[in-house]
């Protein structure tokens, strides 16, 4: 279950820091959700 709550957690930050997300460049998308992804790996606990 891990998979699914870090990637619901990661739709939720996106959707509310970017709300614009559709009209950002691919590579724009690919930063940002690299940066994302690893800021909520990080912070996961992974002890539930």
Do not use: C, G, S
């Amino acid at each position: 279950m891990h998979h699914k709550a870090i990637k619901a957690e990661i739709r939720k930050q996106l959707k509310t820091r970017y709300p614009h997300w559709q009209n950002l460049t691919k590579k724009e998308k690919k930063a940002i959700a690299k940066k994302v992804l690893d800021e909520t790996v990080y912070n996961y606990d992974f002890k539930q």
